[in-house]
């Protein structure tokens, strides 16, 4: 890792000798409400990076176009340097969070007819707002392919990791993904993909196994046990 290029609430990105390279650090920080929560969590970093390498990895392999490289360190993977797009991609598959809260149509755990994409502007000043197909064209975020492609994409990532899940005895029920263009102009996910960007509950109990728990106010020690359990679901082993 050579100099930083930028550092968000939960990452720091390092340029590397390779300037079609990036490094993404992950932090002990988890955050919440666009930040205003805020604590930080040791071991964290480490569960982040690599239930994201391993993630990231499943989908390679189903070949889904992503910018992992590989995991350097226990905290630091290797990426392909991608210029971000600042949206937020949602897909839903059970009814939870923001869509029982806004909408009149739904239960908490409401199986969805299909799944659900949503498209959120990447502004936490602005509390992420919801963004149409329309506005994605109208502001300049996408083209009307690419947003074609991006629906595709997480469609198929969605098929993938809820197989995977299940496998494990964890219900997908919804997760977010972010896209960039590499220096082809290809789409690829990318950013983190791990248990604070999705939510996960036990098939049989319907426990929250995921940020909610901390979201809801529980103390940091059940946040961390709650995320080492799924650590050693996805990545098994110890930390």
Known sequence: MLNKIAEGKTKIVYSSTSSDEVFLKFKDDITALDGEKHNVLPGKGVINAKVSAKIFS??????IPTHFVKLVDDTTMKVKKLKMIPVEVVCRNVAAGHLVKNYP?????????????????????????????????????MEEKEIENVKRITRRVNEVLREFMEKLGLQLVDF??????????KLRVGDELNIDCMRLWDLK?????????????????????????????????EI
Request: net charge negative; hydrophobic share 35%; no cysteine.
């Open 58 to 63: 499943l989908l390679e392999e189903k070949d």
């Open 105 to 141: 149509f739904f239960r908490k755990g409401d199986k969805l007819k299909e799944p659900l994409i949503e498209f959120f502007l990447k502004d936490d000043l602005h509390h992420d707002p919801l963004l149409s197909e329309e506005h994605l064209k109208i502001f300049g975020l």
């Open 176 to 185: 977010k993904l972010e896209f960039g263009r590499d220096k082809e102009g």
């Open 205 to 237: 109990t319907g426990e929250s196994l995921d940020k909610d728990v901390y979201r809801k106010g529980e103390s940091l020690e059940k946040v961390l046990q709650t995320y080492t359990k799924v650590y050693k679901l996805i990545v098994g082993g």
